[in-house]
């Protein structure tokens, strides 16, 4: 990993100098768009709309378009003079309770590793914070943009998640909200139920991208000159459940014998016009197989008088 930042925790008057790591990374297939006809880069200009002129690079600014349409252009020197206190340092303001801090503000995880020098404090600080059971709120500046953080403990490293404020959390504005919806015991307990029913502990190894690796199944078909076949079309969703405690209670049922080994989901009973095509099926396959009895006696016949005459 390569360090894309460096600073110091200050945690009251001691000061632990650290470097910041990404601590994920996406797994995505990137693709380039390309001439369709014989796969040439599309590349793109930056061309003002006013003059049509191509601009360099050096030449862009950052604007900031008012309600009237006109813009205000804000130079380097302008973003140098904002108050970012909390520059190269990250700020603990105080210590809370994680289940206090809702996953909603998460933003993005770092890992901060410690300078040579600042070893001992980093473990220090480490080991007291994971033996409270409680996570650091922290400020710290990246990319010219101030952020609320948090500190915690994965696998002895302290991780640095960046965090949205407040006002960047929606509020959940949808109808149903004020509706009076009516929910019976018995549903709720069979719900509850289904839920005991699917409880495990977590593991994300069993989980992953299957189509990040279909799409590069793919790629690798196209590349070994091989036909690409298309997988076959996944079964359309049904509506939403018109008994509710029928579908909860077949979904308990399901999950148990998904749990004990045995197939989750009962075979569905085949529809009129399936169990007439079926029959139709089975029908010709027995016209075939009488067909094919019938064929072997009259060549057999003729061999026996055959037989006979040479007697």
């Given at each position: 990993?390569?360090?894309?930042?460096?600073?110091?925790?200050?945690?009251?008057?001691?000061?632990?100098?650290?470097?910041?790591?990404?601590?994920?990374?996406?797994?995505?297939?990137?693709?380039?768009?390309?001439?369709?006809?014989d796969g040439g880069r599309i590349r793109y200009k930056r061309v003002c709309?006013?003059?049509?002129?191509?601009?360099?690079?050096?030449?862009?600014?950052?604007?900031?378009?008012?309600?009237?349409?006109?813009?205000?252009?804000l130079t380097d020197e302008d973003f140098e003079g904002l108050p970012l206190s909390t520059s190269r340092r990250i700020d603990v303001l105080q210590f809370a309770p994680a289940e206090q801090i809702d996953p909603i503000y998460f933003a993005k995880s770092y890992y901060l590793e410690p300078d040579a020098q600042g070893a001992k404090?980093?473990?220090?600080?480490?080991?007291?914070?994971?033996?409270?059971?409680?996570?650091?709120?922290?400020?710290v500046a990246l990319r010219q943009r101030e952020s609320l953080a948090t500190l915690r403990v994965r696998d002895g490293v302290f991780v640095l998640e960046t965090m949205l404020w407040p006002d960047e959390i929606r509020k959940p504005d949808f109808e149903f909200l004020d509706e009076d919806i009516d929910v019976r015991t018995q549903e709720l307990k069979m719900?509850?139920?289904?839920?005991?029913?699917m409880e495990a502990d977590f593991d994300p190894a069993e989980y992953h991208d299957t189509y990040r690796e279909a799409l590069q199944e793919v790629i690798e078909a196209k590349v070994a000159g091989k036909e690409v076949i298309t997988p076959?079309?996944?079964?359309?969703?049904?509506g939403p459940a018109v008994d509710l405690m029928a579908a909860l209670r077949a979904s308990v049922e399901a999950a148990k014998r998904e749990r004990e080994g045995a197939p989750a989901k009962p075979k569905r009973a085949a529809s009129g016009k399936a169990k007439a095509k079926d029959d139709r099926a089975k029908d010709d396959s027995a016209k075939e197989e009488k067909a094919k009895e019938e064929k072997g006696q009259e060549e057999k016949a003729p061999a026996k008088r055959k037989a006979r005459k040479s007697a």
């Open positions: 990993m390569r360090s894309i930042w460096k600073g110091a925790i200050s945690f009251g008057l001691v000061t632990i100098p650290v470097k910041l790591y990404s601590a994920t990374e996406q797994k995505d297939v990137s693709f380039h768009q390309v001439h369709r006809e709309t006013l003059d049509g002129e191509e601009i360099a690079y050096a030449d862009i600014a950052k604007g900031y378009e008012l309600a009237t349409g006109e813009m205000v252009v404090p980093y473990v220090l600080l480490r080991d007291a914070l994971e033996s409270s059971g409680q996570v650091a709120v922290v400020k719900a509850e139920s289904l839920i005991s029913t076959p079309e996944a079964e359309e969703e049904g």
